[in-house]
């Protein structure tokens, strides 16, 4: 079990990370997680140790949620500060050469690493997973979280059946419904995952995210990007619509596109072989 450290960024904001690694690494380059939005880095669910079995992985919380403190509760945030305290992260570990992975809103932000990375630090490849260059403000989706982002409070769940109620209820990603009550016991893992990080999971930080990924549009600047780029998107995906991936393949000029069939959003856990095709990606 990988253990939690912690860095200190210029702010006094402190990041808590954890790599993984093991004994047979095919790829010297390490490989940086970027978890999507109102995730901790718990909420790769295993697929950060598939991964892992290729490559050191690194995977972090980001500002203000899960282990990792905010150091002023009134600063807003913007993807571009998440990118800077990613950054940050890989110059505290001495890394000069990377590959990033980020996924839904994480994807935004490895996208606003690329296009602001210093002189001095080398990205080699990037994954950008079921993520969009801006928020599609035509779906349900975003409907409904502009209602909940209104709500004057937020309660998480107050039990591990309660938790396990309001997953199998999810009307984002039907595909994640079916596959769990297929696998009972992957729900009881991934509920209980769930559950145990909600404490660290603030409706304020909640917010200050929403408002990040709301002023987000990097569509102008995605031809800048150069690098090898591998989209990767579950075709039935409702929270963010494969159109927004079709987007990200027709600006960025060196990508590969794996479409996953049957696949919604939380490939992580319905597919999750899909670390084999990362891991090729990254090794070629």
């Known amino acids: 079990m990988s253990e939690t450290r912690f860095f200190e960024q210029q702010d006094g904001s402190k990041i808590a990370y954890k790599i993984f690694k ?39 919380d980001n500002r203000g949620i899960g282990e990792s403190i905010i150091a002023s509760p009134n600063d807003s945030f913007t993807i571009e500060l998440l990118a800077q305290d990613t950054i940050g992260l890989i110059k505290h570990l001495g890394i000069k050469r ?54 004057p409070s937020f309660e998480f ?17 039907k595909e994640l ?55 990767v998107h579950g075709e039935n995906d409702v929270i963010v619509p494969i159109q927004d991936s079709e987007l990200l393949d027709r600006e960025i000029p060196n990508t590969q596109f794996y479409r996953i069939p049957n696949v919604g959003h939380s490939i992580f856990v319905t597919a999750p072989e899909t670390a084999n095709v990362i891991s090729d990606f990254l090794n070629k």
């Not at 596959?179 to 209980?192: M, Q, T, V």
């Open 22 to 60: 093991s004994a047979n690494v095919k790829n010297v380059i390490p490989l940086v997680l970027i978890i999507g939005f109102g995730g901790t880095k718990e909420h790769f669910f295993g697929f950060e140790e598939e991964l892992a079995k290729n490559q050191q992985v690194i995977v972090y």
């Open 98 to 151: 990377f590959n990033l992975f980020g996924e839904a809103m994480g994807g935004r932000v490895a996208l606003s690493v690329a296009l602001n990375l210093p002189s001095d630090l080398k990205l080699e490849k990037l994954v950008v997973c079921t993520s969009s260059a801006r928020v599609d403000t035509s779906t349900a989706i975003f409907y409904q979280m502009e209602q909940i982002y209104k709500l």
């Open 157 to 173: 769940s107050k039990t591990l059946q309660d938790q396990k109620d309001q997953i199998l209820k999810s009307e984002g990603d």
């Open 177 to 231: 419904v079916k596959y769990l009550l297929e696998h009972p016991d992957k729900l009881d893992k991934i509920a209980e995952i769930i559950f145990n990080t909600n404490p660290g999971r603030s409706f304020e930080i909640f917010k200050r995210q929403w408002e990040a990924n709301k002023k987000c549009d990097l569509v102008s600047r995605l031809k800048e990007i150069k690098i090898p780029t591998l989209i």
